[in-house]
């Protein structure tokens, strides 16, 4: 079975390409059999990402009101994750209805792990603040740490 | 004793500003009907200026991560309109097949995984799923093709980084192109299937007046190109004559702009008004699948736009077929676009309506000034009036079925308001 990382966001929204930038970090960087995603798009597309994939890792920026830069690792296999994850709306669907929908569909990994990456500033054309790259690096460590934990 | 009833759908931005519903009403009246709305594109217009014309079409795609395509060939249009040149021929026909991977993909998201919930009474895609999983699998194919097409064409699902200004980087092998022949005429039988399913759906009453409004492009259903605009009350301009007739009005109350015909009011883009005027150039299947279910050839009832979405998924697939049929590998991937200083005006059928693009330049090519108009900001009166008309018709509904028809109504548009925010809270007040 394989593995990806999927990293969710809009390059161009300051803190929101969080998760764009932990999977360029990762990419071709990873053990064979491990392959890295860029979704920019909407997060359905996370269901066909990880398509027979035993492990996901996704990271994506998060609005809480947490510290910028805070990391927070959580399992979709413990249940429903945050609403700061949901998007939910008139236009799309959000990365925990996309696991929701994975679940009920016999379509979510058996180890989902979801790296949330608190964003400070989101604003158009804006870079990634200190707080939020620096997290990235930390995240990016993290799932190297997984995966080779795991062989 | 009058009683104040308020209804209030909140959004909360995942970036910035707020939006949501508000419907007030007196007894049966209904005093008030607002979308408060945060809308990205003005930020990247302030964004586009000092950039060169060559970056536009990267740069918008990032507008929406839904219909990426539509910025992309607006704005590619618009450059090139203003360098005098025309991107035609098998280069023009793999814009038209991108755009239709984009019409499938979105088209699909929005009728099963948005709006069919509304109907089968159910809150959501994901309770959709464990009540008829088969039909939600059928729809994550379908955009799975989709997304597909947009890969092979486009080089990658989201965000396609093949596309530029006057073509392509590289252009797709005959042979690329014949392995989604397949896939797609399964797509083609799914979507004809899928126009019976919503077909059979309730509908709730309303009939609206629309002046609709969609792009012409001279003998062939508009979606990636169009010279003019037309309507069904006798409009007909040149698209850089948008201006003369459309009017952008600031909102105190959203920071999207509301858009009106000049002198004639709101005014309706997206399918059915693309079906209401267009319905001929329809592929051969997909009229019969309109035929079939007895879909009325002018919709009124903004409800059924669902079928009309489900029609242009079966045109799509045909369409894409065709083009695959008749595709010979052009011998280059692009033309030359030399800019110059002007005005260059572009416009292309986004999945929910006209998408109107329009930029000055100085003479090597410097972004001056960039005005986009998506299609929702065109719709939102026109929302504002069916929510009101629903709602004055409605009066004896209780508040939740009332709240839930109204959300169901502002989703018959499939509107983009949401590209930057989350849904969070509902709070029904009466007073």
Same mark, same amino acid.
């Given at each position: 079975m394989t593995t990806c990382v999927v990293g969710v966001g809009n390059a161009l929204r300051g803190d929101d390409a969080a998760g764009l930038e932990v999977a360029r970090l990762l990419d071709g960087t990873l053990p064979d059999g491990v392959h890295v995603v860029e979704c920019e798009g909407e997060p359905v597309s996370l269901l066909s990402a990880w398509e027979g994939c035993d492990t996901a890792f996704v990271v994506d920026a998060t609005a809480s009101g947490r510290e910028p830069g805070t990391v927070r690792?959580?399992?979709?296999?413990?249940?429903?994750?945050?609403?700061?994850?949901?998007?939910?709306?008139?236009?799309l669907l959000g990365i925990a209805e996309a696991v929701e929908l994975a679940r009920a569909l016999g379509r979510l990994p058996e180890r989902t792990i979801?790296?949330?990456?608190?964003?400070?500033?989101?604003?158009?054309?804006?870079?990634?603040?200190?707080?939020?790259r620096a997290a990235t690096l930390e995240v990016a460590a993290a799932i190297r740490r997984e995966l080779s934990e795991r062989g | 004793m009058s009683s104040t009833r308020t209804?209030?759908?909140?959004?909360?931005?995942?970036?910035?500003?707020?939006?949501?519903?508000?419907?007030?009403?007196?007894?049966d009246e209904v005093v008030d009907v607002q979308l408060r709305i945060y809308e990205p594109p003005r930020f990247f217009e302030a964004f586009l200026r000092g950039r060169q014309f060559t970056e536009a079409p990267d740069i918008t795609a990032r507008i929406c991560g839904i219909c990426p395509v539509a910025y992309q060939m607006s704005s590619s249009l618009a450059m090139e309109s203003l360098a005098g040149v025309e991107v035609d021929g098998q280069l023009r026909a793999l814009?038209?097949?991108?755009?239709?991977?984009?019409?499938?993909?979105?088209?699909?998201?929005?009728?099963f995984m948005l709006h069919a919930p509304d109907f089968l009474g159910v809150p959501s895609?994901?309770?959709?799923?464990?009540?008829?999983?088969?039909l939600v699998e059928t729809a994550l194919r379908l955009k799975k093709i989709g997304n597909e097409v947009m890969r092979v064409v486009g080089g990658r699902e989201v965000h396609p980084i093949n596309v530029r200004v006057g073509g392509w980087y590289r252009t797709p092998s005959?042979?690329?192109?014949?392995?989604?022949?397949?896939?797609?005429?399964?797509?083609?039988?799914?979507?004809?299937?899928?126009?019976?399913?919503?077909? %059979? =759906? &309730? #509908? @709730?009453?309303? !009939?609206?007046?629309?002046?609709? $409004?969609?792009?012409?492009?001279?003998?062939?259903?508009?979606?990636?190109?169009?010279?003019?605009?037309?309507?069904?009350? %006798? =409009? &007909? #301009? @040149?698209?850089? !004559?948008?201006?003369?007739?459309? $009017?952008?009005?600031?909102?105190?109350?959203?920071n999207a702009l509301h858009a009106r015909l000049r002198e004639r009011g709101a005014y309706l883009v997206g399918p059915i008004a693309r079906y209401a005027l267009h319905r001929e150039l329809l592929s051969p299947n997909a009229l019969a699948s309109a035929g079939e279910v007895g879909l009325e050839p002018v919709v009124r009832n903004p409800f059924r736009s669902i079928i009309v979405r489900a029609v242009e998924i079966v045109h799509a697939c045909d369409e894409a077929l065709r083009l695959i049929a008749e595709y010979e590998e052009p011998p280059?991937?692009?033309?030359?676009?030399?800019?110059?200083?002007?005005?260059?005006?572009?416009?292309?059928?986004?999945?929910?309506?006209?998408?109107?693009?329009?930029?000055r330049l100085d003479d090597d090519g410097t972004i001056l000034d960039a005005k986009i108009v998506p299609p929702t900001s065109q719709n939102l009166k026109m929302i504002e009036e069916d929510l009101d008309a629903f709602v004055r018709g409605h009066t004896a509904l209780d508040e939740e079925e009332l709240r839930l028809r109204c959300e169901q109504s502002i989703r018959n548009y499939d509107p983009c308001i949401s590209c930057a925010t989350h849904f969070l809270t509902l709070d029904v007040e009466q007073e």
């Open positions: 690792r959580l399992s979709a296999g413990d249940g429903p994750l945050p609403p700061e994850l949901q998007r939910a709306s008139t236009h979801v790296y949330g990456i608190e964003g400070g500033c989101f604003d158009t054309g804006a870079p990634l603040s200190e707080e939020v | 209804i209030r759908t909140d959004y909360l931005a995942r970036v910035e500003g707020e939006g949501g519903m508000l419907v007030r009403m007196r007894g814009r038209r097949l991108l755009y239709c991977g984009e019409w499938i993909e979105s088209h699909t998201l929005h009728v895609a994901v309770e959709l799923a464990k009540v008829d999983p088969a005959r042979a690329d192109l014949e392995r989604l022949v397949p896939d797609l005429e399964w797509a083609r039988e799914a979507s004809q299937q899928a126009v019976r399913v919503v077909a %059979g =759906l &309730d #509908f @709730p009453e309303l !009939e609206q007046d629309y002046e609709f $409004v969609a792009l012409d492009a001279g003998g062939e259903y508009p979606i990636d190109r169009g010279a003019r605009f037309v309507s069904s009350r %006798g =409009l &007909d #301009f @040149p698209i850089s !004559e948008f201006y003369d007739h459309v $009017v952008e009005e600031h909102v105190e109350r959203s280059a991937p692009s033309i030359e676009v030399v800019p110059r200083a002007g005005w260059g005006h572009g416009a292309s059928e986004a999945p929910r309506g006209a998408l109107y693009h329009r930029y």
